[in-house]
């Protein structure tokens, strides 16, 4: 237990930005400091440790750092004692820059030393000086750290860091790394102890889960994971997230329609519909293979829903190169895509490229994408009226329903369905009900409620407790060769 924690528990609170990744990052920082002795701060209160875990992505990823750091500094002032920590992909990339601009900060670490905090923690205390401590390469995986869960039902489960790939707008691969696998068995082993604590649903997490495995030279691991982890008794479902289009291959998508306990839900980015862009985008597929890929998904699981992610106005991008772009939404019927307007991210060779588009272009035509996916969201919801849905029922995922008496859930499709339903019905819960409206981004389920089933998860919802890993102490986790693959059985 650090020195700190002797004194009257001191709190904390961790601030995530960007990603799934950090999401993941995150509950290894809060399982990180509670097991050196901290407590989580009170909704509102004001916490002794304040952890930014930071995001890169946008062009004002920075603007929004250090906005929020002027805002921390009159809170210190106030707080004597307060420490500041700053980590994730920001933090990695700025470094020292950040105390430079904000020396009211005590630490920071970068996106492979997620561990060290509790340590820089200690010594920006002991010896009243910043810390700042980024390492090149990973130390550990984060994952084998101590986890405090967010949610009780739903767990993220990282199978990979860092990316192979080198798309030309993305500053990942410069931030996380080159891809390193997980072993499999660690995978399955923490998959087992969050549905030994009654998780019903995992999403298996890294930048490109279809390359798992070219770690160790294994092309077919990710659709083996995909199996295995669909064996494991009492998990309900199983997603992942994200694929890549380039080294998606129709093994996996026989293990989704294979394995029961796989959504029949897919978020395969996109980026762009035109082959010119996609090329300088270095996306390695071009549009006739994505939509390939979105008719082969649909004839082996004709309910799937697939989603995407889509940029608009990249570099060099025509009207003409645009309307490939809007031609491939209308064919290939997504349930919802995310939508960015190209944001020039310094460090990646995109924001070196000529033919950068003037703002309002790219707005009139973000404004063109959003309206026609909109219209097709919608259509592909109006579909589903009428039937009938499992929903994993969802905390904090439908205020404004909540004041309409309304819980939320989560279909298997991944679609947000929100439901009326008499007493008793707590997130963790299993709920079937009928589709009977639809709106562009959420279904509306009104009827009565064709079953209830009442989970552990929603049994820890309602106790407030959370799934705790106690992180692995292997040491330093060979990165590579992995353990052979445990056959799930029943007693394994
Ligand atoms: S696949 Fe491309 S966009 Fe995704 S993390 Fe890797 S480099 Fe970035």
């Given at each position: 237990?650090?020195?700190?924690?002797?004194?009257?528990?001191r709190?904390y609170?961790?601030?995530?930005?960007g990603c799934?990744?950090?999401?993941?990052?995150?509950?290894?920082?809060?399982?990180?400091?509670?097991?050196?002795?901290?407590t989580?701060?009170?909704?509102?209160?004001?916490?002794?440790?304040?952890?930014?875990?930071?995001?890169?992505?946008?062009e004002n990823?920075?603007?929004?750092?250090?906005?929020?750091?002027?805002h921390l500094?009159?809170?210190?002032?106030?707080r004597?004692?307060m420490?500041?920590?700053?980590?994730?992909?920001?933090?990695?990339?700025?470094?020292?820059?950040?105390?430079?601009?904000?020396?009211?900060?005590?630490?920071?670490?970068?996106?492979?030393?997620?561990?060290?905090?509790?340590?820089?923690l200690?010594?920006?205390?002991?010896?009243?000086?910043?810390?700042?401590?980024?390492?090149?390469?990973?130390?550990?995986?984060?994952?084998?750290?101590?986890?405090?869960?967010?949610?009780?039902?739903?767990?993220?489960?990282?199978?990979?860091?860092?990316?192979?790939n080198?798309?030309?707008?993305?500053?990942?691969p410069?931030?996380?790394?080159?891809?390193?696998?997980r072993?499999p068995?660690?995978?399955?082993?923490?998959?087992?102890?969050?549905?030994?604590?009654?998780?019903?649903?995992?999403t298996?997490?890294?930048?490109?889960?279809?390359?798992?495995?070219?770690?160790f030279g294994?092309?077919?691991?990710?659709?083996?994971?995909?199996r295995a982890?669909?064996?494991?008794?009492?998990?309900?479902?199983?997603?992942?997230?994200?694929?890549h289009?380039?080294?998606?291959?129709?093994?996996?998508?026989?293990?989704m329609?294979?394995?029961?306990?796989?959504?029949h839900q897919l978020?395969?980015?996109?980026?762009?519909?035109?082959?010119?862009?996609?090329k300088?985008?270095?996306?390695?597929?071009?549009?006739?293979?994505?939509?390939?890929?979105i008719d082969?998904?649909?004839?082996?699981?004709?309910?799937?829903?697939?989603?995407?992610?889509?940029?608009?106005?990249?570099?060099?991008?025509?009207?003409e190169?645009f309307?490939?772009?809007?031609?491939?939404?209308?064919r290939?019927?997504?349930?919802?895509?995310f939508?960015?307007?190209?944001?020039?991210?310094?460090?990646t060779?995109?924001a070196?490229?000529?033919?950068?588009l003037p703002k309002?272009?790219?707005?009139?035509?973000?404004?063109?994408?959003?309206?026609?996916?909109?219209?097709?969201?919608?259509?592909?919801?109006?579909?589903?009226?009428?039937?009938?849905?499992?929903?994993?029922?969802?905390?904090?995922?439908?205020?404004?329903?909540?004041?309409?008496?309304?819980?939320?859930?989560?279909a298997r499709?991944?679609?947000?369905?929100?439901?009326t339903?008499?007493?008793?019905?707590r997130?963790?819960?299993?709920?079937?009900?009928?589709?009977?409206q639809?709106?562009?981004h959420?279904?509306?389920?009104?009827?009565?409620?064709?079953?209830?089933r009442?989970?552990?998860?929603?049994?820890?919802?309602?106790?407030?407790?959370?799934p705790?890993?106690?992180?692995?102490s292997?040491?330093?986790?060979?990165?590579?060769?992995?353990?052979?693959?445990?056959?799930?059985?029943?007693?394994?």
């Open positions: 237990m650090s020195s700190a924690a002797q004194s009257p528990a709190t609170r961790v601030r995530t930005y799934q990744m950090n999401v993941h990052d995150s509950e290894r920082l809060s399982g990180l400091l509670e097991a050196a002795g901290y989580a701060a009170a909704e509102g209160d004001d916490a002794d440790i304040v952890v930014l875990n930071t995001c890169a992505v946008r990823a920075d603007n929004r750092l250090y906005g929020n750091l002027g500094r009159p809170v210190k002032d106030a004597p004692g420490q500041i920590a700053v980590g994730g992909c920001l933090a990695q990339k700025d470094r020292g820059e950040i105390v430079r601009r904000a020396p009211w900060v005590d630490v920071v670490f970068g996106t492979h030393n997620v561990g060290s905090l509790p340590a820089l200690d010594r920006a205390r002991h010896n009243a000086e910043a810390q700042v401590e980024i390492v090149e390469s990973l130390e550990v995986f984060p994952s084998t750290l101590p986890a405090k869960r967010d949610s009780a039902y739903s767990g993220w489960v990282s199978i990979s860091v860092g990316c192979n080198t798309c030309t707008f993305c500053i990942v410069a931030l996380r790394g080159k891809e390193k696998d072993r068995g660690e995978i399955l082993a923490e998959v087992q102890a969050l549905v030994d604590q009654g998780v019903l649903e995992v298996l997490l890294g930048q490109n889960v279809n390359s798992y495995g070219s770690d294994d092309r077919g691991a990710f659709a083996d994971l995909l982890t669909g064996r494991i008794e009492g998990l309900e479902r199983v997603r992942f997230t994200s694929p289009p380039a080294m998606f291959t129709d093994d996996v998508i026989a293990a329609a294979e394995t029961p306990a796989v959504c978020h395969m980015p996109l980026q762009s519909g035109s082959d010119d862009v996609l300088r985008m270095r996306r390695a597929y071009r549009q006739e293979r994505y939509l390939g890929i082969r998904v649909r004839a082996a699981m004709p309910d799937a829903a697939i989603t995407t992610d889509i940029i608009v106005g990249f570099p060099g991008e025509t009207e190169d309307q490939q772009t809007l031609e491939v939404v209308r290939a019927r997504f349930a919802s895509a939508t960015f307007q190209y944001s020039k991210r310094p460090g060779p995109a070196e490229m000529d033919g950068q309002e272009v790219v707005q009139e035509r973000y404004i063109r994408l959003t309206a026609l996916q909109d219209e097709i969201s919608w259509d592909e919801n109006r579909e589903l009226v009428g039937r009938r849905v499992e929903l994993l029922v969802a905390a904090g995922e439908g205020s404004k329903d909540a004041a309409r008496g309304r819980l939320s859930g989560r499709d991944g679609r947000l369905v929100h439901f339903a008499a007493g008793g019905v997130p963790g819960d299993v709920v079937e009900t009928v589709v009977t639809a709106a562009p959420h279904l509306v389920a009104d009827g009565p409620l064709l079953s209830h009442r989970t552990r998860a929603g049994d820890a919802s309602e106790a407030g407790t959370r705790t890993t106690p992180g692995v292997l040491g330093m986790p060979q990165v590579g060769v992995p353990a052979p693959l445990p056959v799930l059985s029943s007693g394994c």
